[in-house]
Every structure is written in structure tokens, then in C-alpha cells.
């Protein structure tokens, strides 16, 4: 595979969560203060014995700032698309908050406006299929972006300079996506260029997240989502479904994927214009031809930058957030029937119902080709069947509990009803006026005021008698209840 890209540009996806709160209304508003309060200092970028200092920085100058509304088609997005891109959405809730690098060269320049390159050597087989024995990487920016679910997406994005291959990209994507592609750079002057690997990726990007990562819970290095947004000439050939699917799975040239996993991943809506997604990433592809239209002319970091990639995350904000929700399913369970088990459930169905209304539409824009774009992701990641996999689940675990629940009530009320049932027999029986019943206290009484207690006592044992046996016979008649209800309830399956 052959050719030189025009320009490309690969965003790596890092996503946390930032907030375990049920109620996320006022820690987006919270977590927005904090992240536009750090500097290079506060964030440890200045520190000039890490390889990951920003020596250009300012450090006493805010590292984010607030996004501005960017993109030629934000204002056919609908409100929740447009906060993505920094727009306004009046009249909207806060749902997402996006940043941007306050400093423009805080990751791509050095202390006197040099460029910042790192080398990420290439393994032997990479440097067959290639021809280069390393890569020359340089971080141009990074975007963060926080969701009122308290899901956090870093886009740390990067380009390979001087590649004049697609192969370069994809040996080059599929060593940094790859936790156990790590290989120091050898004789690389540490002053000009450091060693990249995924790890080295991984602790620049926790490093811009900040405070908002917890400690138990780091960015993963070993596979991470990567965005490939590449253009290519005109003269090159190559087939364009095959490309944006290497690109969209982090491939290199020696897989060989079918003809049914190149359909179920790549969408072209135009001849020289190919878009991918999977569950590794997704890509942008389009061939630089003279019948492209206008928003071709900077598809790299204008359209595909600021349409396309937004709605990516859009869709894979969603994934982050599905993952995070559904843990609870297979997850060891609070005693079954238990008041905090069934607290759980709601919570579910809170979260959930507070999801589909603000993030999960059919549509997210008045334009087919963003709409289908859109699409093509959600089936991808699977949005739909995910969500309503997880209302199902919700639903049947609780009507499992009200099952539970309404069994045990059951199972008690037959025991209060037999012990009931059973002691007021007992006491009709008791003053049935039979030889071996109880005498009519009232009369009795009367009838041995005068007697002595030698002639009363018969009596009184006989009347101590009755009240163990209908108390004893009373508890009897609820254990018979009990019994009936929990062997004859036909009414759900027995455990």
C-alpha cells in the first residue's frame, strides 16, 4: 500500500470518569472552575527533569480554556452536538463542556519556538512493511471534554512528520494503540527528540486531565480508540474501503480483512470520500480529486476536525458511559430482595431515562450525511441495542425483586392468617360450654367468691391451661400458614 498523504492528523481517545455522583447538574459546573484554574505548574508540566515538560509553557497561564464555538455546520447540530463544539445551545442545560489548549504550543513547540518531536522506533516486521526503521511524532493539541454523566474524553492529537506512506500511519497508529508495543528509542539525542511509546502517551494525557483522574483508577495504555482523519493525492489508487478499515481497526498492511468486515465498517458517501467505525476506532479518508467538494479543501483540520470527530465522541461518549452503567449486571449483588438492591435498580432507571433525554436522539442533525455519519457509529458501538439491553435488564431484575418482595408478603400473610384463623377457633372451642371447655368466667366468678382456693384450683390451672394450648395452638396454626403459602403459591416459580 502506497502513497502520500496530503495531511493527516490522529486523535488518541482517553476517557475517564471524573465524578461518581448520581447527580452531575452542579459537578460539571465545578469540575468547568477547576479545569480552567490549572496551569503548567499546577499540572507538574514544567518540571524540566520529566521527559513530559512543556518548556515553552507559561507557568503561571491557565493550560485549558473554555471552546470556542467552531465548525461550519454547528448551527444544524442539535443542542447537545453543538456543546460539543463550543456552541451556546440557549435554553439548553449544561451537558457538555469543552476545552482547548489555552497555549497553542504548549505540546507541539520548544523553548524558542522549535518544533517538540518524539521518535517512536518501529519494531523489525513494522520496519519491512514500511521501510523506516522509526517514526517522527509530534503532539500538536489536545481537547478535553466533560460530560454532565461524568464522563471525561481527552483528545490528544498527533501527526507523523515527513510520512510519505500510509503504511507510516498504520504502523504508526498500531504502535501507539498497542500496550505492548514499547521500545525506547535507540541514539536518539534526548535534548532534539524523546521516545514515544503507548505508555509515554498515556502519562501526557493523564497528566492534562489533572485532578480530575483518580488515583485508582489511571488511563488505560495497553489499547486505547484512535481517530485517523488522512487525505491523500489524487494519483493514489489505493483502494479506499480497505485503508479507512486498516485505519478504523488500528491495522496494519498484514491483516487481510473480508469482504463482510470492510461492508460492516466503512460508509462511502462519496466516491473519493470514505468514513470507518468499530470498537477500535474509526477514520476519515478522501482522496484529494479535482470533483471533491469545498469542504474538502481542509478536511484534515477544518470538516473532518470539526464535524466529523465531534460526532464521533458524540457516539462514543455513549459507549464510555454504557460500559460504566452496565457493570452492575454481572456485578455481585447487594441479599437479594434487600432495600438497597432495589434502591440500585432505580437508580438505574434514573440514570438511564435522564440519558435518553438529553443525550440519545435518533438524529443529532438537519443534514442526511451528518445524521447517517452519525449512524454508522451507533451501529458500530452498538448504542441502541446496548441501551435497550440494559432498560430490559433493569426491568427484569426489578420485577424479579417485586416478585421476591410480594412473595414474602405473601408467605407472611399466610402466617398471620393461620395463627388468627387458629387462635379464634381455639377460643370459640374454649368457651363452647363442653365438659373439657372453660366455665363462663363471669358466672364462675361469682359462683366461687366464697370458695377456697383448694376448690379453685383445678379451675385456675384448667383456665392456664386453655390459654398455653390457644397460644401454642396459635403459633402452630401460623407455621401452617406459612408452610401452605410457601408450598402451594403457584403463583411464581419456587427457588
Same mark, same amino acid.
Given at each position: 500500500?502506497?502513497?502520500?498523504?496530503?495531511? *493527516?492528523?490522529? *486523535?488518541?481517545?482517553?476517557?475517564?470518569?471524573?465524578?461518581?455522583?448520581?447527580?452531575?447538574?452542579?459537578?460539571?459546573?465545578?469540575?468547568?472552575?477547576?479545569?480552567?484554574?490549572?496551569?503548567?505548574?499546577?499540572?507538574?508540566?514544567?518540571?524540566t527533569t520529566q521527559i513530559l515538560s512543556a518548556s515553552n509553557a507559561a507557568p503561571d497561564q491557565p493550560v485549558w480554556q473554555t471552546y470556542p464555538g467552531k465548525g461550519v455546520a454547528i448551527d444544524d447540530l442539535y443542542p447537545f452536538a453543538q456543546q460539543i463544539l463550543g456552541g451556546a445551545a440557549e435554553n439548553f442545560p449544561l451537558l457538555c463542556a469543552p476545552f482547548d489548549l489555552a497555549q497553542s504550543a504548549l505540546l507541539s513547540q520548544r523553548k524558542g519556538g522549535k518544533p517538540r518531536l518524539w521518535?517512536?522506533?518501529?519494531?523489525?516486521?513494522?520496519?519491512?512493511?514500511?521501510?523506516?526503521?522509526?517514526?517522527?511524532?509530534?503532539?500538536?493539541?489536545?481537547?478535553l471534554y466533560l460530560f454532565r454523566t461524568g464522563i471525561g474524553i481527552l483528545d490528544l492529537s498527533w501527526h507523523y512528520q515527513g510520512a510519505t506512506q500510509t503504511t507510516e500511519i498504520l504502523e504508526g497508529n498500531y504502535a501507539l494503540s498497542h500496550g505492548q508495543y514499547q521500545r525506547a528509542a535507540k541514539g536518539a539525542d534526548a535534548s532534539e527528540n524523546t521516545?514515544?511509546?503507548?505508555?509515554?502517551?498515556?502519562?501526557?494525557?493523564?497528566?492534562l486531565a489533572g485532578p480530575l483522574l483518580k488515583d485508582s483508577e489511571p488511563m488505560q495504555s495497553d489499547r486505547r480508540v484512535l481517530y485517523s482523519i488522512v487525505q491523500i493525492p489524487e494519483e493514489d489508487s489505493q483502494d479506499?474501503?480497505?485503508?479507512?478499515?486498516?485505519?478504523?481497526?488500528?491495522?496494519?498492511?498484514?491483516?487481510?480483512?473480508?469482504?463482510?468486515?470492510?461492508?460492516?465498517?466503512?460508509?462511502?458517501?462519496?466516491?473519493?470520500?470514505?468514513?470507518?467505525?468499530?470498537?477500535?476506532g474509526g477514520a476519515s479518508v478522501m482522496r484529494n480529486t479535482a470533483t471533491a467538494s469545498d469542504f474538502g479543501k481542509n478536511f484534515v483540520a477544518g470538516t473532518g476536525a470539526n464535524t466529523y470527530l465531534p460526532l464521533a465522541i458524540a457516539t462514543l461518549h455513549s459507549h464510555f458511559w454504557l460500559l460504566n452503567r452496565t457493570q452492575w449486571i454481572p456485578a455481585r449483588r447487594c441479599r437479594e430482595g434487600s432495600r438497597s438492591e432495589k434502591e440500585g435498580v432505580e437508580d438505574i432507571f434514573s440514570m438511564t431515562v435522564e440519558y435518553r433525554r438529553y443525550f440519545h436522539y435518533p438524529i443529532v442533525?438537519?443534514?442526511?450525511? *451528518?445524521?447517517?455519519?452519525?449512524?454508522?457509529?451507533?451501529?458500530?458501538?452498538?448504542?441502541?441495542?446496548?441501551?435497550?439491553?440494559?432498560?430490559?435488564?433493569?426491568?427484569?431484575?426489578?420485577?424479579?425483586?417485586?416478585?421476591?418482595?410480594?412473595?414474602?408478603i405473601g408467605r407472611i400473610s399466610g402466617a398471620v392468617?393461620?395463627?388468627?384463623?387458629?387462635?379464634?377457633?381455639?377460643?370459640?372451642?374454649?368457651?363452647?360450654?363442653?365438659?373439657?371447655?372453660?366455665?363462663?368466667?363471669?358466672?364462675?366468678?361469682?359462683?366461687?367468691?366464697?370458695?377456697?382456693?383448694i376448690v379453685m384450683r383445678p379451675m385456675v390451672e384448667l383456665v392456664e391451661h386453655w390459654e398455653l394450648t390457644i397460644f401454642l395452638g396459635s403459633l402452630l396454626g401460623g407455621l401452617l400458614g406459612l408452610w401452605l403459602t410457601w408450598n402451594f403459591d403457584t403463583s411464581f416459580k419456587k427457588d
Open positions: 500500500m502506497s502513497g502520500t498523504p496530503l495531511s *493527516h492528523q490522529i *486523535h488518541g481517545l482517553f476517557p475517564f470518569a471524573f465524578s461518581d455522583a448520581k447527580n452531575h447538574r452542579d459537578i460539571l459546573e465545578k469540575a468547568r472552575e477547576g479545569v480552567l484554574s490549572w496551569t503548567p505548574e499546577s499540572l507538574s508540566l514544567t518540571q521518535t517512536l522506533s518501529l519494531s523489525a516486521s513494522a520496519q519491512k512493511r514500511c521501510g523506516r526503521e522509526s517514526l517522527t511524532v509530534q503532539v500538536d493539541r489536545a481537547r521516545a514515544m511509546d503507548p505508555d509515554t502517551l498515556r502519562l501526557l494525557a493523564e497528566k479506499l474501503d480497505l485503508l479507512t478499515t486498516h485505519l478504523s481497526h488500528r491495522q496494519s498492511t498484514d491483516y487481510l480483512p473480508s469482504l463482510d468486515m470492510i461492508q460492516s465498517t466503512v460508509w462511502s458517501p462519496f466516491p473519493y470520500l470514505c468514513h470507518g467505525a468499530s470498537l477500535e442533525s438537519q443534514i442526511s450525511l *451528518h445524521n447517517r455519519f452519525y449512524h454508522l457509529w451507533q451501529e458500530a458501538l452498538q448504542i441502541p441495542e446496548r441501551i435497550s439491553f440494559q432498560e430490559q435488564t433493569a426491568k427484569d431484575v426489578a420485577e424479579l425483586l417485586s416478585n421476591h418482595r410480594t412473595r414474602w392468617g393461620g395463627f388468627l384463623l387458629t387462635h379464634e377457633l381455639l377460643e370459640a372451642l374454649s368457651t363452647s360450654g363442653l365438659s373439657f371447655a372453660m366455665p363462663d368466667m363471669r358466672v364462675w366468678f361469682v359462683e366461687t367468691a366464697n370458695k377456697s382456693q
